[in-house]
Nanobody, 125 residues
Framework: VQLQASGGGSVQAGGSLRLSCAAFGRTFSSYVLGWFRQGPGKEREFVAVITWVSSNTYYADSVKGRFTISRDNAKNTVYLQMNTLKPEDTAVYYC???????????????????WGQGTQVTVSS
């Protein structure tokens, strides 16, 4: 399985970006797809996750109401729409996939087997 993230960039506070994560190698009917981020000097943290079959979504409190995770089955792609961006959202964003995992592992870095290369998001004030 290979994941390729794209869509990062530099925006001013209040702006929007949409990240994409294309998956290659297999279909994702039994996967959950997540987004994580790692800011300067910080540990990688959970942002959002979506289940492939039922499209249930979960978000970190820090992004709830501003970010939306979604997926396109036909394109084997997951998206992260980020609105009302804040300087504290500045980070490298990673997409990740977990196969047949349980709910309790969806919010931890250790719960994912496959990772994309990361895409930089910079929000200026």
């Amino acid at each position: 399985v290979q994941l390729q993230a794209s869509g990062g960039g530099s925006v001013q506070a209040g702006g929007s970006l949409r990240l994409s994560c294309a998956a290659f190698g297999r279909t994702f009917s039994s996967y959950v797809l997540g987004w994580f981020r790692q800011g300067p000097g910080k540990e990688r943290e959970f942002v959002a996750v979506i289940t492939w079959v039922s499209s249930n979504t979960y978000y970190a409190d820090s992004v709830k109401g501003r970010f939306t995770i979604s997926r396109d089955n036909a394109k084997n792609t997951v998206y992260l729409q980020m609105n009302t961006l804040k300087p504290e959202d500045t980070a490298v964003y990673y997409c990740a996939a977990a196969f047949q995992s349980t709910y309790s592992s969806w919010f931890s870095v250790r719960g994912y087997e496959y990772w994309g290369q990361g895409t930089q998001v910079t929000v200026s004030s």
